[in-house]
């Protein structure tokens, strides 16, 4: 059974400071992995999808890499800002035909100004 | 606008009594999906569908039904709730073919007494 782990639980850094949120997972067998941010109250926002046979995806300040052989991604925010205190989660597509995800237990990212 | 409605975004309830929360999608994704997040316990997958009149189950079905009859719908029924499964709800939706991002829609807060 895949399990996805997100490590820290919690981050505080001041504004400006570049960071690293870093998700594993136990089955390298994966199709794809999602990057999502969540807002207090809100759904899920998905920021970058790396395919399995892709390293890494970039939008604007993210950059998402993956190494599926040990089981892990890191998702990369330059130049934090107030506005990217959120929670992030990143989300395992464990192969198949069948859309099934898998969760880590998110992130709580807090930029201060 | 591209997006997943959720109906109701609160509700509160008895236990035993039948509800429904909707799920609509206007992206004419073929894959949709049912989540709840609980405190220490992150997104848990309940039923997914892969087209009209395909569903299965996800993690933790149990105490839960779904129908996709129509392409854009996917409501989830609690037939008879109980105070267990108090919890945030999520729809969610997605192309469903190759690799594509999961829409989410903004959430159902039940609270079952």
């Known amino acids: 059974k895949q399990e996805v782990t997100q490590i820290p639980a919690a981050l505080s850094v001041p504004e400006g400071e570049n960071l690293v949120l870093n998700c594993s997972f136990t089955d390298s067998a994966i199709y794809n992995l999602q990057w999502f941010r969540q807002d207090p109250g809100k759904g899920l926002t998905s920021l970058l999808l790396?395919?399995?046979?892709?390293r890494e995806q970039t939008s604007g300040r993210l950059n998402a890499s993956l190494d599926k052989s040990s089981g892990r991604s890191t998702l990369y925010i330059a130049a934090s800002q107030p506005g990217d205190s959120a929670t992030y989660l990143c989300a395992v597509h464990s192969g198949g035909s069948n859309y099934k995800l898998t969760f880590g237990k998110g992130t709580l990212l807090t930029v201060n100004p | 606008e591209a997006q997943v409605t959720q109906n109701p975004r609160y509700l509160i309830t008895v236990t035993g009594k039948k509800l429904t929360v909707t799920c609509s999608q206007n992206m004419n994704h073929e894959y949709m999906s049912w989540y709840r997040q609980d405190p220490g316990l992150g997104l848990r997958q309940i039923y997914y569908?892969?087209?009209?009149?395909?569903?299965d189950k996800g993690d933790v079905p149990e105490g839960y039904k779904v129908s996709r009859k129509e392409k854009r719908n996917f409501p989830l029924i609690l037939e008879s709730p109980s105070p267990n499964q108090t919890s945030l709800y999520f729809c969610a939706s997605s192309l469903g073919q190759g690799p594509s991002p999961l829409h989410f829609g903004n959430g159902t807060r039940l609270t079952v007494t």
């Open positions: 569908s892969m087209n009209v009149e395909v569903t």
């Open positions: 790396i395919q399995s046979s892709q």
